[in-house]
């Protein structure tokens, strides 16, 4: 389990991002220990139509701490895009 564990860490997919070439729509929250603001940075700058919500005391599983704005978020961009 460690060995899949180490792997997945250590896999990183910036090289791919620029290949995503719809509109993207990300969620990161504020307290989220298993992402940093850095890598959804990276993310966002990688991706050609990227936005990023920032979810204000939520942490990695900010879908379900605040599920409202989500689903406002995504309401909104799919409304608009």
Known sequence: MRET????????LNGELERIQV???LFWGTEDEAVSRRQMEIMQAHIEDCG??????????????????????????????
């Not at 564990?5 to 990183?12: E, G, I, Q, R, S």
């Not at 979810?55 to 895009?81: C, I, K, M, Y």
């Open 23 to 25: 509109p993207t729509l």
């Open 5 to 12: 564990f180490v792997k997945t860490v250590n896999d990183h």
């Open 52 to 81: 990023l919500v920032e979810l204000d005391g939520a942490g990695h599983f900010g879908h379900l701490d605040q599920p409202d704005t989500v689903h406002a978020g995504l309401r909104h961009f799919l409304e608009n895009s």
